[in-house]
C-alpha cells in the first residue's frame, strides 16, 4: 500500500475519533444537508478493507466549499468512481453519507464499469461479519447479505421451546394444559418437564402409592430393630407396638401351671382322639399310631391311613375287577361272570336260566346269544325280542309270489287269481288251468276250445269260397294245431285259377304280459320248403314274408332265416304288450321266381295276450 492511502486512512480514522465522544460526525453545509450522518465502526474497517484492496486513489481538497466529514463522503464516492465500481454500494454507512458518497460517484461516471471488482469487493466485505460475529458457544454464524445471524446447533430437547432471541425457554405444562395428570393430583412444573402431586396428603406411617393411595408402612419390615431386646414388633395402621417377649413351646408340649416351662402333652390321653380307633403310644414331643391290619401310619399327617391293595397289587387279588374299601378290599366280576367261592376268582354265569330271549337262547362265556325261528328276526334295539318278517314287504318280495303275498306270523303264504287259476305244489307259483282238459269250457258241438293262459277261448272256422278245409273240426285245439283251407276251383273257374293265393290258414298262441321285456321273443315259425341259395334259371324259388295286418303298437316283426337249407319265416314280439288283449296277425308268404310271384299262402295267427305275466 502506497504511503497516501495509509495517510488518508490515518486523517478518517482520527477525524471519526476526535468528534464527539467517537458516536457521530456532523456536516453542517454540504449540499444543504444537515443531518446527523452515523458511521458505526464496520464503516471505517469497510473504508480501509476498500483502500487496501484498490489503492490510494487521487484526493481532491474541498476543505473549502464542504466540512471536514461531508468531505470524507465524497471523497469515498469519488474513489468508487476512479476505481470503476459501481456507485450505488451497499457499504455500511449512515444514510445521509450513503447519499453523499453516491452523489460525488454518479458525477462523471462513465457508462461501462467494470463489475468484477464489485463482486469480490462485496463477498471480501460479507465475510467479514462471521469473522468477527459474538455468536455464543453451541451458536454457529450464518452470513446474510450485508449482516449476519447467529442459530443453535442443537434443538431445545422435550421441554423447551425456542424463543425469537434464538434461547432455550421452558415449557410450563401446567399452565399450558398438556400435562396428564389426574383430577387427584395438583401439577407442578420442573424445568423441562412437570411432576403431579397428590391433593391428598398421607399421615405419618403411610406411604402415597403412584395412584394417590395412602399405604400403611410395615415399621416392623422397614425398619432395623425398631424395638428393644427381648420384645417384639407388631405391626398396625399407621403405626407399630412393641410387646415383650413371651415363652413358646413347640408342637407337641405346652407350659407349665408357673408359665415358666414347655413339658411334653400326651397326646394319647387328650379329648381329641388322636388315632381314631387305633392304637395311640405316647412319645416325647409327640405320639404315634399302631394301625389296625389294611392301614399304614403317615408320619407327616400323623394318622392312620387306609391302604389301597388293588393298587399295590394290581392284578394279583381278584381275577376281574378289584374294589378297595376301608381297611381291606373286594372283588366282583363283569358282566356275564359270578363271583367264586373264594370270593377272588369268577365263573360263568348262564344267563339263559333267566329266560331273557323271547325265542331261543344261547350260553355262551361270559354272555348268551339270542336266536329267532324261521320266518322271524331278532330286534336291533334290544338285541332279545324277535319280530316277525314281512318277507311280502322284503326287496324280493314281489318275486316270492308268481301273484300275491300275504304275511302271516313267521311265514307267509301265496295266492293266485280267482278264476283259470291254480296255486303250484311249491306254494308260490300259479299254473294255468286248461279248461279244455278239464272240461269246465263252455264251447258248443260246433266250436273248438283253446286254452289260454288265465281263460279259454271257444273257437269256430269256415272256410272261404272255392277253399276246403283240410281234416275234421277237433274239440280241442292244442297250440300246435293248424286249421288249413286249400284252393279247390270249379270247372272252368278261370278266375280262381289265377288267383296266385294257393291257403288261408289259422293258427294259435297264448302269450303272457311280458313284465320285463328285454330283448325280441320268437313266437311262430313259418317253415317252407324252398331251398336256399338257388339259382332262377335252374328253376330254383325264393320266399317273401310280410306282415299284412293286425301288428297292433308295430309289437310284432318277421324275419327270414335258413334252417337245414330252407327258408323259415320267424315273427317275433318286438315290444311289450299289455293284456288282456287279442289281435289276428295276418301273415303272407309269396314264392318268388325269375318270371314273379308263382304263389301266396295266408297265415292267420290268432294272438291272445293274458292280464298276468305268468
Given at each position: 500500500m502506497n504511503r497516501k492511502a495509509i495517510q488518508a486512512l490515518q486523517n478518517i480514522i482520527t477525524n471519526y475519533n476526535n468528534e464527539e465522544g467517537n458516536k457521530s460526525l456532523y456536516c453542517k453545509s454540504c449540499s444543504g444537508f444537515s443531518t446527523t450522518i452515523v458511521f458505526i465502526h464496520f464503516s471505517f474497517i469497510i473504508v480501509i478493507i476498500f483502500f487496501l484492496y484498490f489503492g490510494m486513489p487521487r484526493l481532491p481538497s474541498c476543505l473549502s466549499c464542504f466540512s471536514r466529514m461531508c468531505c470524507d463522503?465524497?471523497?469515498?464516492?469519488?474513489?468508487?468512481?476512479?476505481?470503476?465500481?459501481?456507485?450505488?454500494?451497499?457499504?455500511?454507512?449512515?444514510?445521509?453519507?450513503?447519499?453523499?458518497?453516491?452523489?460525488?460517484?454518479?458525477?462523471?461516471?462513465?457508462?461501462?464499469?467494470?463489475?468484477?471488482?464489485?463482486?469480490?469487493?462485496?463477498?471480501?466485505?460479507?465475510?467479514?461479519?462471521?469473522?468477527?460475529?459474538?455468536?455464543?458457544?453451541?451458536?454457529?454464524c450464518i452470513n446474510?447479505?450485508?449482516?449476519?445471524?447467529?442459530?443453535?446447533?442443537?434443538?431445545?430437547?422435550?421441554?423447551?421451546?425456542?424463543?425469537?432471541?434464538?434461547?432455550?425457554?421452558?415449557?410450563?405444562?401446567?399452565?399450558?394444559?398438556?400435562?396428564?395428570?389426574?383430577?387427584e393430583f395438583e401439577c407442578q412444573n420442573t424445568q423441562g418437564s412437570f411432576r403431579c402431586l397428590p391433593k391428598v396428603k398421607c399421615g405419618a406411617g403411610f406411604?402415597?402409592?403412584?395412584?394417590?393411595?395412602?399405604?400403611?408402612?410395615?415399621?416392623?419390615?422397614?425398619?432395623?430393630?425398631?424395638?428393644?431386646?427381648?420384645?417384639?414388633?407388631?405391626?398396625?395402621?399407621?403405626?407399630?407396638?412393641?410387646?415383650?417377649?413371651?415363652?413358646?413351646?413347640?408342637?407337641?408340649?405346652?407350659?407349665?401351671?408357673?408359665?415358666?416351662?414347655?413339658?411334653?402333652?400326651?397326646?394319647?390321653?387328650?379329648?381329641?382322639r388322636v388315632c381314631?380307633?387305633?392304637?395311640?403310644?405316647?412319645?416325647?414331643?409327640?405320639?404315634?399310631?399302631?394301625?389296625?391290619?389294611?392301614?399304614?401310619?403317615?408320619?407327616?399327617?400323623?394318622?392312620?391311613e387306609d391302604i389301597n391293595e388293588c393298587r399295590h397289587y394290581p392284578g394279583r387279588l381278584c381275577a376281574h375287577k378289584c374294589e378297595n374299601t376301608l381297611g381291606s378290599y373286594q372283588c366282583s366280576c363283569t358282566t356275564g361272570?359270578?363271583?367264586?367261592?373264594?370270593?377272588r376268582n369268577c365263573d360263568d354265569l348262564n344267563e339263559c336260566e333267566s329266560n331273557p330271549c323271547s325265542q331261543e337262547c344261547a350260553n355262551v362265556y361270559g354272555s348268551y346269544q339270542c336266536y329267532c325261528r324261521r320266518g322271524y328276526q331278532l330286534s336291533d334295539i334290544d338285541g332279545m325280542t324277535c319280530e316277525d318278517i314281512d318277507e311280502c314287504a322284503l326287496p324280493t318280495g314281489g318275486h316270492i309270489c308268481?301273484?300275491?303275498?300275504?304275511?302271516?306270523?313267521?311265514?307267509?303264504?301265496?295266492?293266485?287269481?280267482?278264476?283259470?287259476?291254480?296255486?303250484?305244489?311249491?306254494?308260490?307259483?300259479?299254473?294255468?288251468?286248461?279248461?279244455?282238459?278239464?272240461?269246465?269250457?263252455?264251447?258248443?258241438?260246433?266250436?273248438?276250445?283253446?286254452?289260454?293262459?288265465?281263460?279259454?277261448?271257444?273257437?269256430?272256422?269256415?272256410?272261404?269260397?272255392?277253399?276246403?278245409?283240410?281234416?275234421?273240426?277237433?274239440?280241442?285245439?292244442?297250440?300246435?294245431?293248424?286249421?288249413?283251407?286249400?284252393?279247390?276251383?270249379?270247372?272252368?273257374?278261370?278266375?280262381?285259377?289265377?288267383?296266385?293265393?294257393?291257403?288261408?290258414?289259422?293258427?294259435?298262441?297264448?302269450?303272457p304280459t311280458?313284465?320285463?321285456?328285454?330283448?325280441?321273443?320268437?313266437?311262430?315259425?313259418?317253415?317252407?320248403?324252398?331251398?336256399?341259395?338257388?339259382?332262377?334259371?335252374?328253376?330254383s324259388y325264393d320266399v317273401k314274408f310280410d306282415i299284412l295286418e293286425g301288428n297292433v303298437e308295430n309289437a310284432f316283426d318277421i324275419i327270414k332265416r335258413v334252417e337245414n337249407g330252407m327258408y323259415v319265416g320267424v315273427v317275433r314280439q318286438v315290444k311289450s304288450l299289455i293284456g288282456p288283449l287279442t289281435t289276428v296277425l295276418k301273415l303272407?308268404?309269396?314264392?318268388?321266381?325269375?318270371?314273379?310271384?308263382?304263389?301266396?299262402?295266408?297265415?292267420?295267427?290268432h294272438v291272445f295276450v293274458s292280464e298276468f305275466w305268468f
Open positions: 463522503c465524497c471523497l469515498l464516492g469519488k474513489a468508487t468512481q476512479e476505481q470503476g465500481l459501481p456507485c450505488d454500494h451497499n457499504l455500511s454507512v449512515g444514510y445521509q453519507c450513503g447519499l453523499v458518497s453516491r452523489a460525488c460517484c454518479v458525477d462523471g461516471a462513465p457508462d461501462n464499469q467494470t463489475t468484477a471488482k464489485t463482486e469480490s469487493f462485496l463477498h471480501l466485505t460479507d465475510s467479514i461479519f462471521c469473522e468477527g460475529s459474538n455468536c455464543r458457544g453451541g451458536e454457529r446474510t447479505e450485508g449482516s449476519f445471524r447467529c442459530q443453535r446447533e442443537v434443538s431445545c430437547g422435550t421441554g423447551y421451546e425456542l424463543t425469537d432471541n434464538n434461547n432455550c425457554k421452558d415449557i410450563d405444562e401446567c399452565e399450558s394444559g398438556i400435562h396428564n395428570c389426574g383430577p406411604i402415597q402409592d403412584a395412584l394417590g393411595n395412602c399405604i400403611d408402612i410395615n415399621e416392623c419390615v422397614s425398619q432395623t430393630s425398631p424395638c428393644h431386646r427381648g420384645q417384639i414388633c407388631i405391626n398396625t395402621v399407621g403405626s407399630y407396638i412393641c410387646q415383650r417377649n413371651s415363652v413358646n413351646c413347640g408342637r407337641g408340649y405346652h407350659l407349665n401351671e408357673e408359665g415358666t416351662r414347655c413339658v411334653d402333652i400326651d397326646e394319647c390321653k387328650g379329648p381329641e381314631a380307633g387305633h392304637g395311640c403310644i405316647n412319645l416325647i414331643g409327640s405320639y404315634r399310631c399302631e394301625c389296625e391290619t389294611g392301614y399304614i401310619f403317615n408320619s407327616i399327617s400323623r394318622v392312620c361272570f359270578k363271583l367264586a367261592a373264594d370270593g308268481s301273484y300275491r303275498c300275504h304275511n302271516t306270523p313267521g311265514s307267509f303264504h301265496c295266492s293266485c287269481p280267482v278264476s283259470g287259476y291254480t296255486l303250484a305244489p311249491n306254494g308260490r307259483s300259479c299254473q294255468d288251468i286248461d279248461e279244455c282238459v278239464t272240461g269246465t269250457h263252455t264251447c258248443t258241438v260246433n266250436q273248438s276250445c283253446f286254452n289260454v293262459q288265465g281263460g279259454f277261448r271257444c273257437l269256430s272256422f269256415e272256410c272261404p269260397n272255392n277253399y276246403r278245409r283240410v281234416g275234421e273240426t277237433v274239440v280241442r285245439l292244442e297250440r300246435s294245431d293248424t286249421i288249413r283251407c286249400i284252393k279247390s276251383c270249379q270247372p272252368n273257374d278261370v278266375a280262381c285259377v289265377l288267383d296266385p293265393m294257393h291257403s288261408v290258414s289259422h293258427s294259435f298262441i297264448s302269450l311280458f313284465r320285463e321285456f328285454t330283448k325280441p321273443e320268437e313266437i311262430v315259425f313259418l317253415r317252407t320248403t324252398v331251398p336256399a341259395y338257388g339259382s332262377y334259371h335252374l328253376g303272407s308268404t309269396r314264392n318268388l321266381t325269375t318270371q314273379g310271384d308263382s304263389g301266396q299262402n295266408i297265415i292267420n295267427v
